[in-house]
Every structure is written in C-alpha cells, then in structure tokens.
C-alpha cells in the first residue's frame, strides 16, 4: 500500500496526513458549527406538541445518547482509517454500492438538505428584514446559497475556521435568548405547569430525536478522518451531541410549550435582538450548510472522479437555484423535496449499521483481522469486491422496513428496525457466508494511483 | 527558537490580559444593571473569564512553539467568537441596558473581536500553526 497524492483536493479520495490533522477541539467547533443552526430549534418545538418540559428533555437526551453511540462507533472509523464516509463504505458494502450508497448518504440527501437551509436562511432574511429588496427570500437564497458555497469550496480548513468564529457565540446567545424568551412568556413556574392537549408515548420522541441526526451521525467520519488521536472526533461527537443538542432542541420546544405558535427565532425579534437573530442566522446557517456541501462533494468524487471544488460549485449552484425556485413558487414543490429527502433518508441508517458490523464485527471475529489498523486499509492497488451482496440484502431489508413500518404502525421507530434489522441480518449473513464457505463478493476492482 | 517562544507567549499574554480587564468590566457592568442583564450577562462575563485563565494557564505550560501557537490560537478563537455577545445582544430592549452601559458593552464586544482577529493573525504568523488548528 503505497501513499495517494491528493489529486481530488481536500484529501478526498487520499487518506489524511499527519499534518493536516486536526485538535479535539476543532472537531468539536466543527461538528458543534453543524448543530448551530435554527432548524435543530425548529425541530425541537415539533416536540412540544406531544411533550411537558421534563419528558421533552428526557425523550431528547435518550434519544440524543443514541445517536452519540452511533456516531462514536462510525466517528471511530474514520479517525482510525483517515477516510471519508463513502470511502469506507468500499469495504463492507464493495466498489460499486458503495458509489450508490454515498450518493444516497450524502451526494443527492446533502444537496436537498443544502437547498433547503438555503431557502430557510432565505425566509429567516425576509422575515427580520422584510422591507429590504436584498433580503427578499429569492434574492437572498442566491446570495446565501454563493456565501454557503464559498468556505465549502475552500474545504476543512475554511469550515473550521467559519465554525471557531460562530460556534461559541451561538451557544451563549441561543440560552440567553431562551430565558429571556421563557421569562416574558410567565417563567420556569409556568413552563413546567405547561401541558400539551394530549401526551404521546416518549419512545416516538426518541425516535423523532435520532431521525433528526442519524445522517449526521453517520457521515461522522467525513470530519473524524482529520483527528489527531483516534478517539478525539468520536468524543467530540459524543459530547456535542449529548451535552449540547438537548439545549438547542429544548431551546424550541421550552418557548413552543408556553407560547404554541410562537418560535425562538420571532420571539427573539420580538424582544428586540435583531442582530443576534442575524448573526444566528447567516453565519449559523452557513456553518451548517457548507457541511452539507462538503460532504455531497466528497460523496460525488467517490462515485465520478472529477475534483472536489467542481462537484462543490455544481451541487451548490443546483441547490441554490432549487432553493431560490421554491422561493419563486416555480414548480419545486419543497414538500416533494423534503419527501424525497426523508425517504433517502430511511436509507442511511441501515448503512451506517452494515459499515459499523463489517469493522467492528465482521472483520475481527470471522474474517480474522483483530488488528484495528488493518481492518480497513486501503490505497492504490487496493483490491475491493464490487457487490458484497450480505450489505445489499442486509441494506434493502433493514431501509424497506424503516420507510413501511411507520406508515403501518405510527408509534414503531422505523430508524431504529431499520437499523437493529440491517445490523443483525448483515452480521448473520457474513456469518452464514465465511462458516459454508458462500462468496460474498462479486466482481473485483482495484483502486487506481487516483484513490478512485 | 526561544525567541520565538517568548516572543509568542509575551504577545498573547498582553492580548489575554487586555481579554481578562474587558470581561471583568462586562462583569461590573452587568451587576450594576437591570435585574433582567444581571444573571445572563453575568454569566457571559464568567464564561469569557474562566476560558481566559485556563487559556493562559495552557499556554503557560506549553513546551514548544507549536504546543504554544496551538493552545494560543484556541483561547483567541474563544473569546473573539464570545465578543460577538457583547456586541449583538445588549441593544435588546429586553435587558433595559442605561444607554451608556448598552454602548459600553457594544464596544467592549467590538474590541474583543478586533484584538482577537488581530492576535489570532500574529500568533499564526509567528508560530506556522494554522487558524484552524
């Protein structure tokens, strides 16, 4: 196994070197920039409807340790192989699914996340400044998508740098705002007496709290691949996740609660921080947003291999023009696009448990390799299967029964027996495979100089 | 080498303690305030001072340049991102800042943020780390 140049830029399809990897605390902005942004609020006031303030909590922070779970075994491979999501996936699933995967994971899902935040930031824009022609939600989604696009075309560095600058503001200002929002609206006293019309069970909230996440938890790699020491971007995960999520989620739920209608963002107009709103906005937005980006580029380059910044301006010019058409009402519907990003969505969390069996499972008890370093290696003359047929089948099931069993039976977590089914049908049938002596893999393909 | 190391301690130390004098400020002027800024602004001022002393006390136990330039550039991005506090939430009507305290405290946010970008620019020029370390 020899050293890849990085041909694709931003070390793409190449594995990360010593110097260009990255502190605990890097991570930890980086993933944190991800979380700041006003739709994680918007998500947890979703949860006010089914929630009182103690179970609301309860349901965000179980479901939110879930996720931590996931993403730290995920995050934990990344930061042990150097390699992006997409580029690990070559392993459990083969050459060929795993161009499909990364494209269902994060080249297409990234990009209709990213036109989406785009047009949002469009709307948050016109509504703290509606009398400006600059801000209109059209005019503002274009320049917001190019703003959006220009730290992911610069790459890790640009995004860490943008998430240094906002993180912790915005994780002064969202509290500040809180209280302040919870103590015009009656106080503590008044939020903890606040009921919804009728209680759900708390495990759809659990669920409601992974689906929210599960992509990102998955994706972890694409930044754990710049980890100092291994378990640096797990950890940050882990902690950005459990310790800070809960407070933005409970940040829209605790003002939804008391004022039903009302979000965090117009309540905070309301009371006159306009600028807060702003900077919360743009510059969280953004350090959300050009992750999506990041992340579709570097899945577009594990499947057609052209450089990353290309894939970086066509994902972000479609996605803006997409976003700035929904603005427009001209025949984007953003509900089909939030549908199909909820449907490709159903997929991912069967993948993420194929690649966590495959390395943590798979790999050591029956195909022998304990070592942690060898179980993924990989660069140029490196011979993958195409098809492991085991993950495909083990993909189908587990992502058929995410997308149906919610539809059938509501309370059921559809992400959750999406993932345990996937998990255990995947291991079983590697299981089935190495003891009778079945192939697995179908088809060869050796990785060029390139990483491709 | 030690030139160097010096050079970079001595320059984000002055930097620190200017941090350190503005946020004990913040602090004063937040508990001579409206009930309503006392807790959260205390707080702020808090946050900001605890992330100044274990920054200095970090720096002051690196071993090398790098180790230096590293721990450096992290305190610096800290409380330049936290002056962004300072300078959007006090025109809030809701704190009922004293006009001068609210302009006070929106000029104490504009000089962490310039003093920050400024010493995060030097500390990477004379330390090769990154700013995005």
Known sequence: MTE???????????????????????????????????????????????????????????????????????????SR??????????????????MI?????????????????????????????????????????????????????LGYRALSVLSYFIVPAWFVIIPMALAAAIDINGGWSALMAAKPPTLMD???????????YIVG??????VTRFSRRPHDGPLAWFIHVVVFMPIIMAAGGFLQLLTPGVNLAAAMVGMGMIWAVLLT?????????????????????????????????????????????????????????????????TWIPPMAAAMIADFYVVKPFFLGVKAVDKRYEWGPGTVYNLVNWPAVVAIIVGGFLAWWMPQVYPTIPGVVIGFGVSLILFILLMAACVKLGIKYGIGKWVETEKGF | ????????????????????????????????SSPKA????????????????????????????????????????????????????????????????MVALIVIGAILIIAGVYALLKIRKLTGVYLSV
């Open chain 1, 4 to 78: 890849v140049k990085d041909y694709f830029g931003d070390y793409a399809l190449a594995k990360i070197p010593e110097p260009e990897t990255r502190t605990f605390l890097n991570q930890l902005m980086v993933f944190m920039g991800v979380l700041a942004v006003w739709a994680a609020v918007f998500a947890g006031a979703a949860l006010a409807s089914w929630y009182d303030a103690t179970t609301l909590v309860v349901s965000v922070v179980i479901g939110c340790i879930i996720l931590g779970i996931i993403a730290y075994l995920t995050g934990y491979i990344g």
């Open chain 1, 81 to 98: 192989t150097k390699a992006s999501t997409y580029v690990i996936l070559r392993h459990s699933m083969g050459r060929l699914i795993a």
């Open chain 1, 101 to 153: 995967a990364g494209l269902i994971i994060s080249g297409i899902s990234a990009m209709i996340w990213f036109a989406y935040e785009t047009w949002l930031f469009g709307v948050i824009m016109q509504g703290v400044f509606p009398d400006i022609p600059f801000m209109r939600v059209e005019v503002a989604s274009i320049w917001g998508g190019l703003l959006m696009m220009s730290t992911a075309i």
């Open chain 1, 202 to 212: 708390i495990g759809v909230g659990i669920t409601f709290t992974v689906g929210v």
């Open chain 1, 217 to 222: 938890a998955t994706i972890a790699p694409d």
């Open chain 1, 281 to 345: 906005g743009v510059v969280g937005q953004w350090s959300t947003n050009d992750n999506n980006l990041y992340s579709s580029s570097l899945a577009w380059c594990n499947a057609i291999p052209i450089k990353r910044v290309y894939w970086v301006a066509i994902m972000g010019i479609i996605g803006t023009v997409i976003a700035a058409l929904i603005a427009l009402g001209f025949g984007v519907s953003l509900e089909a696009l939030l549908l199909l990003g909820s449907f490709l969505g």
């Open chain 2, 1 to 32: 080498m030690s030139v160097e190391i010096n050079t970079a301690r001595s320059l984000f130390t002055k930097l620190n303690l200017v941090a350190l004098v503005l946020s004990i400020i913040i602090l004063v002027l937040s508990v001579i």
């Open chain 2, 38 to 101: 006392q807790a959260p602004f205390s707080i702020y001022a808090i946050i900001l001072i605890i992330i100044i002393l274990s920054g200095q006390l970090r720096v002051n136990r690196a071993g090398d340049l790098k180790q230096i330039g590293e721990r450096a550039v992290q305190t610096l991005w800290l409380w330049t991102s936290l002056g962004l506090v300072a300078l959007t939430m006090p025109p809030a009507p809701y704190f009922e800042f004293a006009q001068p305290v």
